[in-house]
């Protein structure tokens, strides 16, 4: 069954107002592929990823300790179905269409961590999305004790060695010595750093109307994050659109309870009807 952009913007805009940390990532993060690829049946995808799941629950069949979990996951993810990180071609916007990840096999840290959380969560693991500077890892929890992985390579168990190493190569300086590393990542915050991936590339190819549709689908899964709905209008009237800028921002304006928030947009919006006159 094929969806239309008007169905996925529904289904997309339902998942935002939802109240939860905890989403079908797997699922949402088709429909993001699936807003670039229309002509693709999410069904198939979905297929793949019950595949990955039933794998996994036969592989993990007594699988009692945190080690060996890691293990599994690494050798069905990887090693079954062959997934790796993409390092030959990292910046192909494929790479963060799960859709694309799928199909090729291949992705970012953040694509095929998506697959992994969505894979483990399917046995009923506590797994989410690590936000650490420069990488993106994984968080596998078991019994008040936990691995932190990378999931761009193979899924292996990342030490404290390898976040300074990680740290050094992204800021160029040693990693403080009480740095917090783990920062967990709301399900809505992986899916937005999937897209944003997508949206850094769009920008730097001077591509602002691609920018601009990239923007739209975070602004679904987020509607009131203020960051990037500034973005996105300030986007839309740089490219002529002022109306649908101005207008996304009073909808903001009627919607949102956050006075402080609701200051900003309005000061924005000031801003875009001065031009627009």
């Known amino acids: 069954m ?7 913007f529904k289904k997309l805009e339902i998942i935002g107002v939802q109240d939860n940390k905890e989403l079908d990532i797997g699922y949402t993060a088709l429909l993001l592929a699936n807003l670039d690829l229309p002509d693709k049946s999410p069904s198939n995808y979905h297929d793949v990823l019950a595949s990955i799941g039933s794998d996994l629950a036969i592989a ?16 069905i993810l990887y090693e079954k179905h062959g997934f790796h ?6 910046y192909d916007p494929k790479n963060a269409n799960l859709m694309s ?10 694509a ?14 506590e797994i989410s999305g690590v936000n650490f500077p420069g990488h993106f890892l994984l968080r596998l929890e078991k019994l008040g004790d936990y691995a932190l ?5 193979k899924g292996r168990i990342v030490d404290e060695e390898d976040l300074r190493k990680i740290f050094f190569r992204t800021h ?24 944003n991936n997508i949206k850094i590339q769009a920008l730097g190819a001077g591509n602002k109307e691609r920018a601009i549709e990239i923007l739209q689908s975070i602004n679904l899964i987020t509607p009131f994050n203020l960051e990037f709905l500034s973005e996105l209008a300030v986007l839309e009237a740089s490219r002529g659109h002022i109306n649908s800028a101005v207008g996304r921002l009073e909808r903001f304006i009627e919607l949102n309870p956050n006075k402080r ?17």
């Open 112 to 125: 095929l961590g998506i697959i992994a959380i969505h894979a483990g969560r399917s046995q009923g693991w």
């Open 85 to 90: 990180g993409d390092k030959e071609t990292y």
């Open 60 to 75: 993990s069949s007594g699988v009692e300790n945190l080690s060996d979990q890691v293990a599994v996951l690494s050798n």
């Open 101 to 110: 990840v799928i199909d090729r096999r291949k992705g970012l840290p953040v």
């Open 149 to 153: 992985i990378d999931p761009f390579e």
């Open 2 to 8: 094929s969806f239309t952009k008007s169905d996925i």
């Open 261 to 277: 928030d609701v200051s900003k947009i309005k000061d924005l919006k000031e801003k875009l009807n001065r031009n627009l006159n």
């Open 172 to 195: 160029g300086q040693t990693m403080p010595e009480h740095f917090n590393v783990i920062q967990l990542l709301s399900d809505r915050n992986v899916l937005v750093r999937l897209q």
